[in-house]
């Protein structure tokens, strides 16, 4: 059977049986779950304690004049949110074919007549059931232990723009996983790029605090309109464009555009090394 | 008849040539990826930014003042997140690079090798700690001048004591690294779950990047229990000259005696869970399993 030429349903349960294998294997680390939840709430506990040690009774009065929203404690528990759902995304995806390289099955799955792209699209649904998880749960979970109301705002909203925002997120870490093949140090990079998204998409402070050539670069990562998104959607910092339907259609248009861009760079990559050292060189 | 072959403990020099050999491979390996080097200063260039663009958030009320606090509060705290962050650094190191390696070199097939040959395995740990020593002393002292330079002047009172509290601490922190090599060879790939976690945790619990004035009291309260916190208390209290209200955990004299102990013990501690942890897997055939 030719599964490249398959049908979609066949393309699909290739998808399902890489993100169920995945969640087997995730299944048998309980303890890793609960840190997911655990380590957002803990990344934003960070800036909101450094805060209130240093700036006092007046650290809403100026947190509000800086970032929209007094509500601090909220707005860094979405920002660290958003930092997980990021984060698993350049983990699982820029690190699932170094991963396999490490392992020595790399090159097993590429004997297979199964596409990578579809191993690679199971493996972004698994990491987005993980991040959505770990994010939805970790903003629950720390709104309650630091005493703020999670249900506020527009809920259906802040979830439209997450949604949205998860395409783009997902075809910009397949994009660097081809980085990561061709330069193979993964870690580092992974690492490296981790925080450079982190930065850029305003985790813990609004990007109006950048000079104006960074606060460029920052509009042009899908997960700043993301957060800025739902912040805006949850505690009214305000949108970029003023509407939420227009930072909304800015997110569209990462999304129509990012998946191609990720799949050429990715596959450009992959047909270079395969014709040169191979794929299972580390 | 042949008598029985007997091995004896090997000299010193054999010792030291093992350890160097170690070294030189960790070393070689650093080398070439070349990579490593740039995105580790990157990221401690960014993870600096952020914590200190969040911080501004709560002190910046001139919406065109640059980068930092405004006025002196946020300045003067620049101490207390400096030194904190410089044993955060190492900490968090010695836990991916002692004890995470262990797991590394699992998956990638060379522990089961590296215990078939007659090489020192103490060695080989104390190895990963020269190359911590080397390369996380260079990233700290980059990253302490960057966040000197980006939340004020840095406060040098009693570099002496600092020094020789820095050292200690360092060695208890090896230990820990040892105890999590340890841990690693028990619970295998929850091992990398572990060390974000024991990052996270000694992160807040020791107050490495805010005073501990700002931990709940029942946190205060299990933070006085862990000696790395009087590490780091004692350590930035120290070099800020015992400013008000500083040390804040104990009485300096009660925290230099804490983390004594925490250094000449936690080695040793650590390197004998180590070795039990060892002789458990070569026992259960659990070396090569991952």
């Not at chain 2, 040892?178 to 107050?207: D, G, P, W």
């Not at chain 2, 009087?230 to 350590?235: E, I, K, R, T």
């Amino acid at each position: 059977m030719d599964y490249a030429q398959g049908s979609l349903g066949l393309k699909l349960s290739i998808v399902l049986a890489s993100t169920r294998m995945r969640l087997i294997n995730v299944s048998r680390y309980p303890g890793q779950l609960v840190l997911d939840i655990i380590i957002p709430i803990v990344f934003a506990s960070m800036p909101i304690l450094l805060g209130r040690a240093g700036a006092g009774p007046n650290a809403s009065a100026v947190f509000e004049q800086n970032t929209g929203t007094s509500n601090y404690v909220a707005y860094m528990l979405i920002g660290a949110s958003a930092f997980s759902i990021v984060s698993y995304a350049f983990w699982h995806m820029a690190n699932w074919l170094r991963w396999e390289q490490e392992t020595g099955t790399l090159e097993a799955l590429y004997l297979t007549p199964t596409h990578r792209i579809w191993i690679a699209a199971g493996t972004a649904l698994y990491s987005c059931l993980r991040g959505l998880f770990s994010a939805v749960t970790a903003y629950l979970l720390g709104s309650f232990i630091l005493g703020v109301n999670p249900f506020q705002g527009d809920i259906a909203l802040a979830f439209a723009f997450i949604l949205v925002g998860l395409l783009p997120l997902y075809s910009l870490a397949l994009l660097f996983g081809a980085v990561v093949l061709k330069v193979k140090e993964a870690n580092a990079l992974i690492n490296l790029m981790q925080w450079v998204v982190t930065f850029l998409m305003g985790i813990f402070f609004p990007i109006a605090f950048f000079p104006p050539l960074i606060k460029v670069i920052s509009l042009l990562f899908p997960p700043t309109w993301m957060t800025n998104g739902v912040r805006s959607a949850l505690l009214g910092v305000g949108f970029f464009f003023g509407a939420w339907y227009k930072d909304l259609a800015v997110l569209w248009v990462f999304l129509l555009v990012a998946p191609f861009l990720g799949y050429w760079v990715f596959n450009r990559t992959e047909i270079s090394i395969r014709r040169n050292e191979g794929m299972g060189q580390f | 008849m042949e008598p029985a072959k007997t091995y004896e403990r090997p000299p010193l020099g054999t010792y030291l040539s093992t350890f160097w050999a170690m070294v030189r491979k960790e070393l070689l390996v650093m080398v070439r990826y070349p990579v490593n080097f740039i995105a580790s200063f990157g990221q401690i260039f960014l993870i600096v930014a952020i914590f200190t663009l969040a911080g501004s958030t709560f002190y910046r009320t001139d919406p065109g003042q640059a980068v930092g606090p405004n006025g002196g509060d946020f300045g003067s705290a620049s101490g207390v997140v400096v030194y904190g962050f410089i044993l955060f650094i190492f900490m968090s190191d010695t836990l991916w690079t002692i004890g995470y390696n262990v797991r590394h070199e699992q998956v990638q097939g060379t522990l089961e090798q590296l215990y078939l040959s007659p090489a020192s395995k103490f060695a080989s740990l104390v190895a990963r700690v020269t190359n911590l020593l080397i390369w996380t002393g260079l990233v700290s002292i980059a990253g302490s001048a960057l966040m000197a330079l980006m939340i004020g002047e840095l406060p040098i009172e009693n570099p002496f004591l600092g020094l020789y509290l820095l050292a200690m601490s360092l060695a208890g922190t090896f230990g820990l690294g040892f105890s999590f090599a340890a841990l690693t060879l028990r619970i295998k790939e929850t091992a990398q779950t572990m060390a974000n976690f024991l990052q996270f945790a000694f992160l807040i619990l020791c107050a490495m990047f805010f005073p501990f004035s700002a931990l709940p009291p029942f946190i205060r309260a299990i933070s006085k229990v862990i000696p790395l916190a009087y590490a780091v208390d004692a350590f930035r209290s120290t070099l800020m000259g015992y400013p008000p209200g500083f040390p804040e955990l104990a009485p300096i004299g009660f925290e230099i005696v804490v983390v004594t102990l925490f250094g000449l013990l936690m080695p040793v501690i650590g390197y004998f869970l180590y070795r039990r942890a060892e002789d458990h897997a070569r026992r259960s055939g659990s070396l090569a399993e991952f």
